[in-house]
């Protein structure tokens, strides 16, 4: 059983930038990243792959960034120029296998965090 602790979550305001971070207690080929805002559903941000390839949602690219360090096998999201409608409560997960393309349905992941809330105001 893999456990996931994030951290890193907080309130800025509109235009600022936080980073996650997501620790494994164990070897994880593939992490993501989700959210889910209030009365919405938990939809996939950003993945990773331990070679380093990645997906993005339509509605972070080019303002958030996915990385991995492998020898701590922790995961981040750097997230730059934060606007209010990205304001939820942001999960870490990790599949227990390989995965050809990181994956963002929230189903292909097997193990998930207690997730870290993130605020932005206007």
């Known amino acids: 059983q893999v456990r996931l602790v994030e951290s890193g979550g907080g309130s800025v305001q509109s235009g600022g930038s936080l980073r996650l971070s997501c620790v494994a207690n164990?070897?994880?080929?593939?992490m993501g990243w989700f959210r889910q805002a209030p009365e919405k559903e938990r939809e996939g941000v950003a993945a990773?792959?331990?070679?380093?390839?990645?997906s993005y949602a339509d509605s972070v690219k080019g303002r958030f960034t996915i990385s991995q360090d492998n020898a701590k096998n922790t995961v981040y999201l750097q997230m730059n120029s934060l606007k209010p409608e990205d304001t939820a409560m942001y999960y870490c997960?990790?599949?227990?296998?390989?995965?050809?393309?990181?994956?963002?349905?929230?189903?292909?992941?097997?193990?998930w965090g207690q997730g870290t809330q993130v605020t932005v105001s206007s």
């Open positions: 164990g070897y994880t080929p593939c």
């Open positions: 997960a990790a599949t227990s296998g390989w995965c050809d393309v990181p994956p963002l349905g929230a189903r292909q992941y097997n193990f």
């Open positions: 990773s792959r331990r070679d380093g390839r990645t």
